[in-house]
């Protein structure tokens, strides 16, 4: 079969460049026109860092200065009649990663420099606020045209100094002054749009910005960034076939697999599934299945914001948040849910409008085994471990053990790798037991849930692989015995019995002398689900 020779703009995020160029494109001027056209004149945007902002910008950029070359073909064409040019002041604060108010200052003075020299302006000003200003008011005189401002990645600033609340404080006092224009200033405006991560009530710097619209969990706006399974579907057809082929897989099950790995994004209820758009065009581009976004960088202070909160990963898997927690102070948060949400760690699942309450979960297994080894690795830091080097044992002895129906070895080679952990690595209780576990298994792609609600209690943890289904109790200095009377007892077994798959309940106790599973747990298959 011919091969295709597509070219992914991973790493491109300028829309002429990917126009003139010849990059894929998924056409998204539609909702790029309603949005510059809408009743809004300031709108802000939240989404995950690579989720298509900057692209997103950058089209709003060609949009306002008329350039209709560049969309030659796309849907915009059948909407704007009079493609007019406006002055656009493009704010980039991506790049700015200063550690303290100085470097902040050059940095942005750096910003200004280049907006100012692409207006043929000169800055008469010192504080920043004060430049924008005059960019504004300057461009408006000079053109007779209100002004279009577009800043990308707003938060940037703060973000980099969240580790810090003193400096936190000093920065965010600058940016308060540096966006102060975009009120005051109304009318000198045609457009403002500004993206960033978290959103902006959260940072405490908007309280002066009261005219933001925020579309980041507007319906009609949800696939605006990120590439949905329709248009995956539709648009990609070759590009996965070619994909299947390197991977020795068919449409179907390579479809399947790039759904597990990089889709479930929902950022409003109701909304399409959204595919992350950097990790999906990276493995068309490499013809691999990596995690290209987790791997792009996960900041620390989340891993630390997780462990202070004491929330684990299987609590991760499905947790609440009322509509009000998002917008919280980041500063002040007192979960670290809302935070993990607009990172793109957790996803909207569902949503109670009578409670105002959000179900979130973990959205797909590049992020779930990323979470699971950078967890890992953090904890190991703690102590100057390495916990995934071969010493450590997470080898392929439990997932090959698994491969043929043996649990009995896998628990084997659970109980070595656990005993190998640092006694004072994590928590030492039950609770840091279980969440080993759970790690361990996701990190090797073993599909086990944890905390399974049923109707007579919570199963501890249910594995299932290649066929078979493991139901799993773990006691803490108690017995394998009284875990197995407790699957029985309490029918922990019965949701299962309609799967078509081997049904095997399972008791361990974990030791808190050995530091890891006692000897002695548990095996046995399901000859009846009758509870006893």
């Not at 991506?94 to 280049?114: F, G």
């Not at 007192?334 to 993990?340: A, F, G, R, T």
């Not at 996701?442 to 078979?468: C, F, M, N, P, Y």
Request: net charge negative; aromatic share 10%.
């Amino acid at each position: 079969m011919q091969q295709i020779n597509h070219k992914y703009p991973v790493g491109i995020q300028r829309f002429d460049t990917i126009r003139a160029e010849g990059y894929r494109y998924v056409d998204k001027t539609d909702l790029v026109w309603r949005l510059a056209n809408g009743n809004s004149k300031s709108v802000f945007l939240s989404r995950p860092r690579r989720f298509g902002k900057t692209l997103l910008v950058s089209t709003l950029e060609a949009y306002f200065q008329g350039r209709k070359e560049l969309f030659e073909g796309l849907a915009i064409e059948g909407l704007e009649r009079s493609w007019e040019s406006f002055s656009v002041i493009h704010i980039d604060l991506s790049s700015i990663k200063a550690r303290n108010v100085q470097e902040l200052e050059e940095q942005l003075d750096a910003v200004l420099r280049d907006q100012e020299a692409l207006l043929g302006q000169e800055a008469t000003y010192r504080l920043p606020g004060s430049r924008l200003s005059a960019m504004i008011t300057r461009a408006h005189e000079q053109t007779g045209k209100e002004v279009v401002v577009l800043v990308d990645e707003y938060d940037a600033p703060m973000l980099a100094v969240m580790d810090d609340e003193a400096t936190l404080k000093e920065v965010r006092e600058i940016m308060r002054g540096f966006y102060a224009p975009l009120k005051s200033l109304e009318r000198h405006l045609r457009f403002v749009f500004l993206t960033g991560i978290t959103k902006f009530s959260q940072l405490s710097i908007f309280s002066e910005l009261n005219n933001l619209k925020n579309i980041s969990m507007n319906p009609a706006f949800a696939s605006l960034c990120g590439i949905t399974e329709e248009e995956l579907s539709n648009q990609f057809g070759e590009d996965i076939c070619q994909l299947g082929r390197a991977l020795d897989m068919g449409y179907d099950e390579t479809f399947a697999a790039l759904k597990r790995r990089y889709d479930g994004y929902h950022f409003c209820e109701p909304s399409p599934d959204i595919y992350n758009p950097f990790s999906l065009l990276s493995a068309f581009d490499d013809q691999a299945l990596q995690s290209s976004w987790f791997a792009s960088g996960t900041p620390t202070y989340l891993l630390r914001t997780l462990q202070g909160a004491h929330v684990t990963l299987p609590e991760l898997e499905s947790c609440r948040a009322r509509a009000s927690e998002f917008d919280a102070p980041t500063e002040r948060l007192v979960s670290p849910i809302p935070l993990l949400y607009q990172s793109g760690y957790l996803t909207i699942k569902a949503y109670d409008a009578r409670s105002c309450a959000y179900t979130l979960g973990i959205p797909n297994d590049e992020v779930r085994i990323g979470l699971c080894e950078n967890l890992l690795l953090y904890l190991g830091e703690q102590e100057g471990v390495n916990m995934l080097s071969p010493q450590y044992g997470l080898v392929d002895a439990i997932v090959g053990r698994l491969d043929k129906g043996d649990m009995d070895g896998a628990l084997r080679a659970m109980r070595s790798f656990l005993a190998s952990i640092p006694y004072d690595l994590g928590s030492r209780d039950e609770k840091g037991f279980q969440l080993k576990f759970y790690l361990i298994f996701r990190l090797l792609g073993i599909q086990i849930d944890s905390e399974v609600k049923t109707e007579t209690g919570r199963v501890d943890a249910v594995v299932q692989h290649q066929g078979s289904t493991y139901v799993m109790e773990f006691k803490y200095d108690g017995s394998a015995g009284e875990a197995l009377r407790q699957i029985d007892e309490r029918g922990y077994l019965i949701p299962y019995e309609a799967l078509d798959s081997r049904l095997v309940k399972v008791g361990v106790n974990f030791s808190s002398k050995e530091q890891t599973i006692e000897e002695g747990w548990i095996i046995q298959e399901a000859a009846s689900v009758t509870p006893r």
